[in-house]
């Protein structure tokens, strides 16, 4: 059972000409699979290599089921990189083609992960957000290292130079979960490539994950946020929301033992229609889907095409054949009474046969079980005739109260009938007040998509925090702006917040936002009044 909500969205961006990357969503049998990779190599190289990913991964759950979800997500994506690997030694022009690579498994309302590169996986509980994930780049380690800091190393020269990659060398090292984690109800899962957290703070990430809209807009939403902070590169989000999660998570990593020591495996779910918007058309996209330019003559596209015997899959896990009931022991009878002997009838219920001449009645035959039905039906019949003659005539038995019985059931009947008509006059009144306060809420998911992207259409220009700039009213003055302007834009009280909220980019207006901003918010006021009032409507 699929306990979550997914949404998920992809954009260019406003420099890069292609996006290079790609992104899947299935279920398999061995659970729902979520994979984003990021491209590198050149717009053709990137892009075919990060599809190539995403399919891979696809084609290896999709093979067969593997009872460890942890060994199956390190050995997927080793199996990826080996397919880019070897397509790029075979197509010239793809020598050094790459991709970054994030993969989350949902086993039995249970997370696994395994990544390569700097796409990341974060998560969002009670606690707040938090990074799964750690970046395999080179400021990453120089943070672990005591280098640099956190804060140093999102604006350090080198942050893009990657230490992994899939398709780079013929063997890569996946860093997998040693265990699951079991998500609460309401966590969020956060799959995305680095144009995001390159550009938009993770406390800025964390406030869209709070936001009271539905995962999908609020994957749109991130990547808005991420084009509107310059959009230098391709941004790509995936988000799984969890909901209605048991009271008791299975703690079984997918096998089991039994007491004879053998593995026995689960079996594994029906593989049924979640989708697959990979950036590929279909499974072996990844594979075949290079066009002249990309493949030189002479190359055919089946040379990247795994067989299932390849030795990229693991080899089919043996389950051990189940523990043969023993037939029930037959009864062992020493001795019948005189001559009578035991037998099994069709039914396999033990009977007693008489072997000498008298006649013994079966009860269990079908000329007697007809001949039972044929006497019950004779004493029903002249019964009820007994009962009208004697009873009802003579007066024995009261027609009063038949009479009055019948009409309690009229009226009961009646009852019934009104208490229907007025239920099903209420379910459509809580119909009709439900379908307008989901059109009400899609209004206000929309009006606060374009309050965010108004805020950020303003003529304005974002400047860095430093020392210098955090003399609002003087940089104000400067830019030719106004001090409660800059305030309002940046959701500041005062020019203190700057290093209490940790605020790292300011956006200076150029004019007067305050009017525009005014008449979202009421917009924004008004559609949440209307929601509320229409939700205290369905609980009178």
Same mark, same amino acid.
């Given at each position: ?16 000409? =292609?996006?290079? !990357? ?19 190599? +050149? ?42 690997? @070897?397509?790029?030694? $075979?197509?010239? +022009? ?33 606690? +707040? ?15 672990? @290292? ?12 080198? %942050? ?57 807009? /609020?994957? #749109?939403?991130?990547? =808005? ?21 048991? !009271? /008791? ?9 039994? #007491? ?44 990247? #095409? ?57 009860? !269990? ?7 039972? %039905? ?8 002249? +019964? ?42 209420? /379910? ?35 400047? @860095?925090?430093?020392?210098?700039? $955090? ?65 205290? $409507?369905? /609980?009178?």
């Amino acid at each position: 059972m699929k306990n979550f909500h997914f949404g998920s969205h992809t954009d260019i961006g406003h420099v890069r000409k =292609q996006n290079e !990357d790609s992104m899947g969503y299935y279920e398999t049998s061995n659970g729902y699979v979520f994979v984003v990779c990021d491209g590198m190599g +050149g717009a053709a190289g990137g892009s075919t290599a990060s599809r190539m990913a995403v399919n891979s991964i696809k084609t290896f759950f999709q093979h067969q089921y593997y009872p460890n979800p942890i060994e199956a997500i390190s050995q997927a994506i080793q199996y990826a990189n080996q397919q880019i690997f @070897q397509a790029a030694q $075979k197509a010239p +022009g793809m020598q050094g083609m790459g991709t970054t690579c994030v993969l989350m498994l949902v086993r039995n309302d249970q997370v696994y992960y395994g990544h390569v590169g700097d796409s990341r996986l974060y998560r969002l509980n009670q606690g +707040g957000i938090s990074r799964v994930t750690k970046d395999h780049s080179f400021v990453q380690a120089l943070v672990d @290292q005591g280098v640099i800091s956190d804060e140093e190393a999102e604006t350090h020269p080198r %942050r893009n130079e990657l230490l992994r990659a899939l398709g780079t060398q013929p063997v890569t090292e996946v860093e997998v979960s040693f265990s699951p984690i079991i998500p609460d109800k309401n966590d969020i899962f956060l799959l995305c490539t680095d144009g995001l957290n390159g550009l938009v703070h993770d406390k800025s990430i964390e406030g869209t994950l709070n936001s009271p809209i539905d995962v999908e807009h /609020k994957a #749109i939403k991130l990547v =808005q946020m991420a084009n509107n902070l310059g959009g230098y590169d391709n941004t790509t989000v995936q988000l799984i929301e969890f909901y209605n999660l048991p !009271d /008791k998570h299975k703690f079984d990593s997918g096998e089991q033992k039994s #007491i004879l020591g053998g593995t026995l495996i689960n079996n594994p779910p029906p593989t049924s229609g979640f989708s697959d918007v990979s950036s590929a058309d279909d499974a072996n996209a990844g594979f075949n889907d290079f066009s002249p330019e990309d493949v030189s003559q002479g190359t055919s596209s089946s040379d990247f #095409i795994p067989s299932p015997e390849s030795e990229a899959y693991p080899p089919t896990p043996k389950t051990p054949n189940p523990k043969r009931q023993e037939p029930r022991a037959k009864r062992d009878y020493d001795h019948y009474e005189d001559d009578e002997e035991d037998y099994q009838d069709s039914r396999g219920s033990r009977k007693r046969r008489n072997r000498g001449s008298g006649f013994r009645l079966d009860i !269990d035959s079908p000329i007697m079980q007809v001949l039972g %039905r044929l006497v019950l039906v004779i004493v029903v019949f002249y +019964g009820a005739q007994w009962l009208y003659k004697y009873a009802v005539k003579e007066g024995i038995i009261n027609t009063g109260i038949v009479d009055k019985t019948k009409k309690w059931w009229q009226d009961g009947e009646e009852t019934i009938n009104n208490a229907k008509n007025k239920y099903n006059a209420a /379910k459509k009144r809580i119909k009709d007040a439900q379908d307008f306060i989901n059109s009400t809420q899609k209004s206000l998911n929309n009006t606060l998509l374009k309050l965010d992207s108004l805020r950020n259409k303003f003529n304005h220009i974002t400047v @860095q925090v430093t020392e210098k700039t $955090k003399d609002l009213k003087k940089l104000a003055e400067e830019q030719g702006s106004k001090l409660e302007w800059i305030l309002e834009v940046n959701g500041l009280k005062s020019a203190d917040e700057i290093e209490t909220k940790n605020i790292k980019k300011l956006i200076i207006p150029k004019e007067n936002p305050k009017k525009v901003i005014d008449k979202l918010d009421d917009l924004k006021q008004k559609a949440q009044k209307t929601i509320a009032e229409e939700s205290a $409507k369905l /609980k009178q």
